[in-house]
């Protein structure tokens, strides 16, 4: 069985490495960045916690959600992997979309914010945290998962796993390489600070905060 | 041009949230010279579909298959009625449901969507979407390639639709039966009961962070001054990951955004992500014994002080009347 993980999340390298130590089996745990220079110390750092491979696509270009499922599926298409894991979001554009559109794309079944994974042979059992509380869903493989906050805490790669990882390769390949090209789906226009400073008027007792909540702002009655 | 807004619902009501989204889809209709349409998707929806239809004509997608929003095969109804109703516009509010269901309908649509949009403008034509980046400290301005589009818009910022009069037409959608995918299998939905309001809707949320150190002092403090004032109760990021309050309670950039007219932080410090889910509160107060909180930037009211003694003493105050 192999996995493969997307654009750097330390959480869902954390979870593909505990269900290599769970399983026991031959799994490889193989993670891939889509990016600019930054993603080789991404990689460097899942190799460090203990991914067996790692596959930098090169692209100087900014990339959309859509666009990195392509890449993604492409990797997929290659590598065969049972098993997708991405973190639900990037911190960045908080789009919270691409392992959505890669799991549509390969109709694979998808289980999003997963907050636990439990094993079977041929299926996993997914909690995931939604607006209403914990659902859980069976999901048979092969699948995509995306990974919530609380699923794991990720280990810091010892310094005996940096050493090491120095000598796993990261291969690096190109777009036109994996057929794929980028193709916007979404264009960024304009984008601008928000300064959510309020000006605090601090009160020494609760007594004058009631009034003020009161008659000022007129929030309760 | 056809607009089609998926309904969120709970099998008996439809979602506040969604008449946000009917807002936002009446404005873009009126803006493209466009038709608004619904679609409800579920077994037993009868009701839902009532209601529904006091906002726009409604596209009704009722079978067992549906019973729960399992996302590959909500997404696949979607995407029929995009194709069988020329549909250019696929609108949600931004909820989990959606972020699910809606995403994976995007993906088997060519990709061209905008999530969680606070505000947008047409202009030369062009459409432009605004959206959060980095925790809501920026606010991009997108345009989407590609047609349809699918937007998701922040309740918060498009106020709820009012439902009209007359009732719109209702029609089923061409039946699916034996075309849905089988690899998701939905199990259980884990939720709190509360008496609570919906910290997503209420008008005051009474939110409680790391100086809250157990759920009995969390339902004390928090859930007694949020008793006091009818309010609903949120957490910080912090007290969910400690197992003291559900996640369905978290507020923050990756939790619930909230916009409530008064907002109670105790005992919070402020982390960006918190920031994030409350900033744009009518009113915000925060309480907190550390003078250099950085919740205090963004508050209109703050008192130094310990929760633990400030909080009962303010519900006292409250009760005195």
């Known amino acids: 069985m192999s996995y493969i993980l997307n654009p750097f999340d330390t959480i869902a390298v954390e979870e593909a490495l505990r269900i290599r130590e769970k399983l026991g089996k031959d799994v490889e745990v193989v993670s891939i960045g889509v990016g600019g220079p930054g993603y080789e110390l991404d990689l460097r750092t899942a190799l460090a916690m203990g991914a067996d491979r790692a596959i930098w696509v090169e692209s100087d270009e900014r990339m959309d959600p859509w666009n990195v499922a392509c890449v993604l599926h492409a990797i997929v298409k290659r590598e065969k992997p049972s098993l997708v894991l991405m973190g639900k979001q990037a911190v960045d554009d908080d789009s919270n979309q691409c392992g959505q559109f890669l799991a549509a794309q390969l109709d694979w079944p998808q289980a999003t914010f997963a907050s636990k994974i439990e094993w079977d042979d041929q299926c996993c059992r997914v909690w995931r945290e939604t607006d209403s509380g914990i659902e859980t869903v069976m999901l048979s493989l092969p699948a995509v998962i995306t990974t919530d906050l609380r699923l794991n805490e990720p280990r810091y790669a010892s310094l005996t796993s940096i050493m090491r990882a120095k000598r796993k390769t990261i291969e690096r390949c190109e777009l036109h390489e994996l057929g794929v090209e980028n193709h916007p789906r979404v264009r960024l226009v304009h984008m601008e600070s928000v300064s959510t400073e309020r000006k605090c008027v601090m009160v020494d007792d609760v007594g004058e905060l009631v009034d003020r909540l009161r008659n000022e702002a007129k929030v309760i009655t | ?321």
């Open chain 2, 1 to 321: 041009m056809n607009i089609l807004v998926v309904v969120e619902h709970n099998g008996t009501v439809m979602s506040t949230a969604t008449r946000s989204a009917f807002t936002f889809a009446d404005q873009l209709a009126q803006e493209v010279e466009g038709e608004v349409k619904s679609l409800v998707m579920g077994s037993a929806i009868q009701g839902v579909v009532q209601e529904t239809s006091r906002y726009s004509p409604v596209l009704m997608a009722e079978s067992d298959e549906l019973k729960f929003p399992v996302a590959d095969r909500y997404a696949v109804v979607i995407e029929k009625c995009v194709r069988d109703y020329n549909i250019e516009f696929v609108i949600a509010a931004s909820t989990t449901f959606s972020k699910d269901v809606v995403a994976r309908a995007a993906g088997l649509l060519g990709g061209a969507m905008a999530s969680d949009v606070v505000g947008h403008t047409l202009q030369e034509g062009k459409l432009r979407f605004r959206r959060p980046m980095y925790a809501g400290s920026i606010i991009a301005t997108v345009e989407l390639e590609g047609s349809p589009q699918v937007v998701t818009v922040r309740a918060t910022s498009y106020p709820p639709a009012t439902p009209k009069e007359q009732t719109c037409d209702v029609s089923p959608i061409a039946s699916i039966a034996g075309q849905l995918p089988d690899h998701i299998e939905y199990l259980a939905l884990e939720s709190k009961q509360s008496h609570r309001p919906d910290v997503a809707e209420a008008r005051i949320v009474v939110s409680g962070g790391r100086a809250l150190k157990n759920t009995e002092d969390f339902e004390k403090i928090v859930g007694g001054l949020a008793d006091c004032l009818g309010a609903a109760t949120g957490s910080s990021r912090a007290l969910v990951d400690a197992g003291i309050t559900p996640n369905e309670m978290q507020v923050g950039q990756t939790g619930k955004i909230v916009a409530p007219d008064l907002y109670i932080a105790l005992g919070i410090s402020g982390a960006v992500q918190h920031l994030a889910g409350m900033k744009n509160s009518g009113i915000i107060v925060s309480i907190n014994s550390d003078p250099h909180a950085p919740v205090f930037e963004v508050s209109d009211y703050g008192i130094v002080g310990d929760v633990y003694t400030l909080v009962p003493e303010m519900m006292d105050r409250l009760n005195a009347r």
